[in-house]
Structure formats: structure tokens, C-alpha cells
Nanobody
Framework: QVQVVESGGGSVQIGGSLKLSCSVS????????VAWFRQVPEKEREGVAY????GGEPYYSADVQGRFTLVQDKMTLRMNNLTPTDSATYYC?????????????????????WGQGTQVTVGS
């Protein structure tokens, strides 16, 4: 059974940094993908970063490109230069996948296993 558990988050000042980690377990090999999403009330959930567990470069949404970095070590999402618009509940998600479809979709796949979410608040 696949499990996805986020950790990290919290409150930070504008321009500050935070780190989110995602523990993913239950897969027998590295043929799976991990993504970070975020959601604010009354808005659709949006994907911000995607990575293939077996290696390769991650993909990012335009809103976070250059500020967020996703690394395979604990599927950590490093968030820099945060602004109030980054405030949201952040979710980690995973799905079984192969590398070629991941690349073709730039990570935008149907993620089937979700964590409980962690809050990020950016304020003055």
C-alpha cells in the first residue's frame, strides 16, 4: 500500500524560505512520479513541481520556476523568495509511472496517492 506523508511548512516572512518534505513508501521500484500541489480556499488545486523517482530533471509551474526546487532526497521542495501568493495548503502526491510518459506530460499526470497536506503561510 502506497503512503504519502508531508512534513515541514509553517509561517514565514515575505521573501523568506521554507522546505517541505514528502515521505513516499510502498513502491517496489523507482517507476513512480511525485508532485507537489497547492490549494487555497475556493480555488482549484494547482501543480507546482513534478519529479520522476528514477531520476531526471523536475518540472515546475511558471509561478514557481526559479524560486522552488524539487530534489529527490526526501522529495524535498525548497521554496525561496516566498510571497503572500504562495500561501496555501501544499500537498504531496504520487502515482505509478514510467519515464517517457512523465517527460511527455511534463509531469502533469493523474496522481492517485495523496498526503494530508501542510499549511504554508507567507506574511509581512
Amino acid at each position: 500500500q502506497v503512503q504519502v506523508v508531508e512534513s515541514g511548512g509553517g509561517s514565514v516572512q515575505i521573501g523568506g524560505s521554507l522546505k517541505l518534505s514528502c515521505s513516499v513508501s510502498g513502491y517496489k521500484d523507482f517507476h513512480y512520479c511525485v508532485a507537489w500541489f497547492r490549494q487555497v480556499p475556493e480555488k482549484e488545486r494547482e501543480g507546482v513541481a513534478y519529479i520522476y523517482a528514477g531520476g531526471g530533471e523536475p518540472y515546475y509551474s511558471a509561478d514557481v520556476q526559479g524560486r522552488f526546487t524539487l530534489v529527490q532526497d526526501k522529495m524535498t521542495l525548497r521554496m525561496n523568495n516566498l510571497t503572500p501568493t504562495d500561501s496555501a495548503t501544499y500537498y504531496c502526491a504520487s502515482t505509478s509511472c514510467d519515464f517517457s510518459p512523465f517527460v511527455s506530460a511534463r509531469g502533469r499526470l493523474d496522481y492517485t496517492n495523496w498526503g494530508q497536506g501542510t499549511q504554508v503561510t507567507v506574511g509581512s
